[in-house]
């Protein structure tokens, strides 16, 4: 798919106090190891924890922790922006439900490696007729921590519709600058390749959620 626009942004638009709530609200959960490439899909995670060699694997790719949340105030905070960003960016995707939000820790030297969003294949879930048959079209971020209080962990795209390890990368990644100031957020579609780079100095903050809807056709 050819796109205009590999993401839409939002600079300032959740307010500070409201940024900072989400993060008090994390902090006062028990956070997890953020996990990736299907681990949890079909594994229970609390019957059968992750081994010394699986997490030793895993942070080769993913290194952050995270709290998940359910909040009907978060999402009335974001979804406006997310229809916003769907209709300005020329998308027009077909969405009708929001994943659990995905509050993230990015503490010294953790980062998220290239990665798409979207599965290969809709959720196979008949117990959830939310998301049964359904991909990921829309991911968001909100910047939870200002830019000024941490280094490094940039967000950046790759502008291909492959894995950007298979390319020379310099010339086709973007670094979204826009969304550095507090309470900023960015709009794209799943299937773009996108990554954190290591945090260098200090703690970021962010929130993520995915937007679910059928299958393109």
Known sequence: MNLSNYYWYFKSAIPPKICDDIIKYGLQHQEDLAITGGLGKD???KEKPLQEEEIADLKKKRNSNIVWMNDKWIYKEIHPYVHEANKMAGWNFDWNFSESCQFTKYKLNQYYDWHCDSWDKPYDKPEDPNSHGKIRK?????????????????????????????????????????????GSIVVF???????????????RYSLVVWHLGYPFK
């Open 138 to 182: 829309l991911s968001m971020t909100c910047q939870l921590t200002d830019g000024s209080e941490y280094k490094g962990g940039e967000l950046q795209f790759d502008t291909r519709s492959y894995d950007p390890h298979m390319r020379d990368e310099d010339k086709h990644v973007l670094t979204v600058k826009e969304i550095l100031p507090k």
């Open 189 to 203: 579609p799943s299937f773009v390749w996108h990554r954190v780079q290591p945090v260098t100095k200090g703690t």
């Open 43 to 45: 594994r229970n995670l």
